[in-house]
């Protein structure tokens, strides 16, 4: 008999809540991804995918534009998904780009070399770019 385990081939898509389409759109656009289509279905939901295939579904439902991103933060912690991480060469090399793009920088993990860099969304969702690590056993 097949395991679950054994039928899942990799990430299909992030469901991300927010609350203005053109707002977020805008911001993802900044990271690279492209509007697919959208707003579609009854949620509604606009579909925006990255070049490396990295698909992201802006689910258009969110009922306020400032309100606090209750996994992050708040004291009480709730079960949820606290963040997206997406792969990234170099922490440093982002942490440029974001600043030239004119997005600001939330947190950074790891000295030198920088781990990881975070930045929210306009809906103040959590989005970290977290540097590969090296190879567990690197050829000699």
């Known amino acids: 008999m097949t395991t679950p385990g054994a039928l899942i081939s990799g990430l299909a898509h992030v469901g991300i809540r927010v609350h203005d389409l053109a707002r977020s759109r805008a911001f993802y656009e900044r990271l690279g991804f492209a509007f697919v289509v959208g707003p579609i279905g009854p949620e509604p ?9 990295v698909e ?5 439902n969110a ?3 400032a309100a606090a991103n209750i ?18 060469p170099d ?11 004119g ?6 993990r790891g000295g030198k ?5 975070f930045v929210r969304d ?16 690197p050829a000699p």
């Open 103 to 108: 997005i600001p920088i939330s947190g950074t």
């Open 45 to 53: 939901v606009a579909i925006l995918r990255h070049p490396t295939g």
């Open 71 to 88: 996994l992050m933060d708040v004291a009480e912690k709730h079960p949820g998904y606290t963040h997206i991480a997406l792969a990234i």
């Open 91 to 101: 922490a440093e090399a982002m942490r440029d780009a974001l600043a030239a793009a």
């Open 56 to 60: 992201i579904n802006l689910i258009l």
């Open 122 to 137: 306009p809906d103040r969702n959590v989005i970290e770019f977290a540097r590969e690590p090296p190879p567990a056993n």
């Open 113 to 117: 070399p920088l781990a990881a860099v």
């Open 63 to 65: 009922p306020s534009e």
